[in-house]
Nanobody, 125 residues
Framework: QVQLVESGGGLVQAGGSLRLSCAAS????????MGWFRQAPGKEREFVAA????????NYAASVKGRFTISRDGAKNTAYLQMNSLEPEDTAVYHC??????????????????WGQGTQVTVSS
């Protein structure tokens, strides 16, 4: 079992920045791909970004590419999502996810077994 806990959400004005963290505990040894997804009210949970177990390879949704950066610190078992130039459309609950899978599959929420509870991000106009 892997436990994931997100932090760093909050209220920010459009154009501002936030940095989300996802701390993993439990059976964290192994090649876990980590991803970030978000869910706005009344909408499906959607892919935001993912990073390979080594941290060398990343993937982003088109809507956030160039504004968000995903990274991970293996020593701390923590993944990060740096979000810049935030827009009201980025308002959602952000969830991190982890599983042993190739990065190419990380776009699909169904591919992940382990999920955090989520952290709220609200961007005001």
């Amino acid at each position: 079992q892997v436990q994931l806990v997100e932090s760093g959400g909050g209220l920010v004005q459009a154009g501002g920045s936030l940095r989300l963290s996802c701390a993993a505990s439990g059976r964290t040894s192994g090649s876990y791909t980590m991803g970030w997804f978000r869910q706005a009210p009344g909408k499906e949970r959607e892919f935001v970004a993912a990073v390979s177990w080594s941290g060398a390879t990343t993937n982003y949704a088109a809507s956030v590419k160039g504004r968000f950066t995903i990274s991970r610190d293996g020593a701390k078992n923590t993944a990060y999502l740096q979000m810049n130039s935030l827009e009201p459309e980025d308002t959602a609950v952000y969830h991190c996810a982890a599983d042993r899978l190739p990065l190419v599959l990380a776009l699909r929420k169904e591919a992940f077994e382990y999920w955090g509870q989520g952290t709220q991000v609200t961007v005001s106009s």
